[in-house]
């Protein structure tokens, strides 16, 4: 092997060993491989370098799913447990044959579910079997088989007794077809005349309360994820503007008003349409109320002056206590 101006003390044996050693020679007159010919090598040798994966052991490992049983389990829990699963055995096995339901961020607010609540699989959980427990059936002695005695026979000769006549029957009269009793007559319903605009105001008027007060559940909130993010204030039930679960609409409004006229229209209907109620603080087109708060509210009889109501939304104790949770 020919050395262009070096020495080695082991040949090279494959192609790496030849690219290092001709980025590694150095470029002398009587030397055919120079600098601008050794950046062609070094490139080829810096694309074929092998370079060796990024670790793993760094990266969050997969927590699984958090689930709910809907019955037992044997080595996971009982009824009612909630723990962290594998996803591919809730997807494959679980949640297929309704052993177990997900556990959505909605689902732990319907439930009431704190992360007090979340605990750990139990392994060592094994039903227990069911005893059945089985009443022996008393045994029945057999009775003895009694046999008849044997009549004598008498060798007197006896005259056959006469056998009775036959009394007769008297014969029963034909029966006489008898007419359908007579249906009685349906009593007509009483035909109620509908209310009149004059009416209708004087209700809304006089009958129904000037102030309607109405509640609502408060919609659920994230909770924190980080004990760095600020806190929200505690609320109450004067606190205005918080957002609603269920929004009030003008429908909802009417349907209060007419329950509460119930006693007073005598079965008769309250002719009102949505379109003839409208919020006066909020612009025109809108008929939802998103959160607690006082309105106004207008309600448009014929050409007659609109009605002025006021309407209070609220909301419980109980879901004040959830949104400050």
């Avoid at 101006?5 to 491989?33: Q, V, W």
């Avoid at 607010?109 to 227990?128: H, N, S, T, V």
Wanted: glycine share 4%; aromatic share 4%.
């Amino acid at each position: 092997m020919v050395s262009h101006g070096c020495s080695l003390s082991r040949p090279a044996t494959c192609l790496a060993g030849l690219r290092r050693l001709a980025i590694s020679s150095p470029s002398r007159p009587g030397s055919t491989i120079t600098t601008a010919g050794r950046a062609p090598v070094a490139a080829a040798a810096a694309a074929t370098a092998q370079t060796r994966a990024k670790s793993s052991h760094l990266r969050p490992q997969d927590r699984g799913v958090l689930v709910r049983l809907l019955e037992d389990v044997p080595k996971f829990g009982r009824q009612g447990a909630i723990f962290r699963t594998e996803r591919g055995r809730m997807r494959n096995e679980w949640f297929p044959t309704n052993k177990a339901e997900y556990l959505t961020r909605m689902r732990l607010f319907e439930l009431d579910i704190k992360p007090d609540d979340i605990g750990e699989r139990d392994r060592a959980y094994f039903p227990l079997p069911q005893v059945i427990e089985v009443v022996p059936t008393p045994k029945l002695k057999p009775k003895p088989m009694s046999t008849p005695a044997p009549k004598p026979i008498s060798m007197s000769m006896s005259t056959p007794k006469p056998k009775p006549k036959p009394t007769p029957q008297p014969q029963s009269k034909p029966e006489t077809l008898s007419e359908p009793a007579p249906k009685p007559e349906p009593i007509p319903k009483p035909v109620l005349e509908p209310l009149t605009y004059a009416q209708i105001y004087s209700l809304l008027s006089n009958d129904a309360p000037e102030t309607i007060q109405m509640q609502r559940r408060l919609a659920p909130q994230s909770r924190r994820i980080s004990p760095l993010v600020a806190s929200r204030p505690k609320v109450n039930a004067n606190t205005p503007d918080l957002p609603l679960e269920v929004s009030v609409s003008t429908d909802d409004v009417l349907d209060h008003i007419r329950g509460h006229l119930r006693g007073h229209l005598d079965g008769r209907p309250l002719s009102l349409k949505p379109e003839q109620v409208r919020f006066v603080n909020l612009p025109r087109g809108v008929f939802q109320i998103k959160t607690t708060g006082t309105y106004q509210l207008e309600i448009q009889v014929a050409q007659l002056h609109p009605i002025v109501k006021t309407i209070e939304i609220g909301t419980d104790s109980k879901s004040l206590k959830q949104y400050n949770a």
